[in-house]
């Protein structure tokens, strides 16, 4: 068979050399199927374009930032475990009485009780008052803020007389103060109001003796919850917690959004604990944290009003 290159038509006469139509050099139909195949067989640009398209998702970027969104988060466990999730990081204030540093906890998931040293460390026998005791140290934490907005996750602001501070679900903030808040043979005494009357789970209060150059490696911790009644009292030693008193209830707190006032007695190997005026438990100092200074202690995402820090000696 034989084709026209120019029109097209065919013929099956061999012996035919030239186009009855139009009269154009005939070619054999078998050479030009060989020699021009039709363009919409060609493959060059489709497989150019499938080679190129993969390459968006070999970009490193997602690898590097998904994993530093998460770098932040405890670790699940079922142990009585605090983890300490941010470095330690020294704020002064001038002109003002604080000059401490700021702590970052998260308590892992947990079934069971914490361990306690209850039996063995603590006494609920009254204690006489020590009268003699003058304030030589008074701290309104008015300025405050303006020296802890740097921490993510801490919300902190001066109303009306009083800090008022609000963390992150799930976490606990321990903020010390400074040199001018030595606790050794000294009383402590602290203001608390929850305005919202909600749960906290870790509670919020006072700090003794706690270490002056980095916070949790050593301390005492008097925490209570006014929303239901409850306090507890803790010691932290190398940024890990551990009951000395678990949840107890008192008669003494008062509940929902009420002002409670806390008062840490130290005498020697002693610290006496008292709310609102009433003696509720004894604690011997057997881990020797004397020597440190007073702080604050609060947790989850409820706002903790703190006031009238004082220091008697």
Request: net charge negative; charged share 25%; aromatic share 8%.
């Amino acid at each position: 068979m034989k084709i026209c290159p120019k029109c097209g038509a065919t013929y099956d006469d061999e012996t035919l050399n030239f186009c009855l139509e139009d009269g154009t050099v005939l070619n054999r139909a078998e050479s030009t199927a060989r020699q021009e195949p039709p363009p919409t067989v060609m493959v060059s640009e489709p497989v150019q374009t499938n080679l190129q398209s993969p390459a968006p998702n070999t970009s490193p970027e997602p690898r590097g930032i998904v994993p530093n969104q998460y770098s932040m988060e405890p670790r699940k466990s079922r142990a009585w475990i605090w983890v300490l999730v941010a470095l330690f990081a020294v704020v002064v204030v001038c002109g003002g009485g604080f000059a401490g540093l700021v702590a970052i906890g998260a308590l892992s998931d947990q079934d069971d009780d914490p361990p306690t040293m209850e039996d063995a460390l603590t006494s609920d026998s009254p204690v006489e008052e020590n009268g003699s005791r003058t304030i030589v140290n008074r701290e309104s934490m008015a300025t405050w803020p303006r020296a802890l907005e740097k921490f993510e996750g801490l919300d902190v602001d001066f109303r009306d007389g009083e800090l008022i501070v609000n963390t992150k679900k799930g976490f606990y903030y321990v903020i010390s103060t400074g040199e001018g808040f030595r606790t050794s043979d000294s009383t402590v005494s602290l203001k608390v109001r929850n305005p919202s009357g909600a749960a906290t789970a870790f509670g919020y209060g006072i700090v003794m003796h706690s270490d002056p150059e980095q916070v949790l490696k050593r301390d005492y911790a008097f925490l209570i919850r006014a929303d239901n009644g409850r306090y507890r009292i803790v010691e932290h030693v190398n940024q890990k917690e551990t009951d000395i008193v678990g949840w107890k209830v008192s008669d003494s707190i008062k509940k929902g959004s009420a002002t409670n006032e806390l008062e840490v007695r130290a005498e020697e190997d002693k610290l006496h604990f008292y709310i609102n005026g009433d003696f509720v438990r004894t604690v011997t100092d057997y881990s020797d944290f004397d020597g440190g200074v007073a702080g604050i202690y609060t947790s989850d995402d409820v706002k903790i009003a703190f006031s009238d820090l004082t220091l008697k000696r």
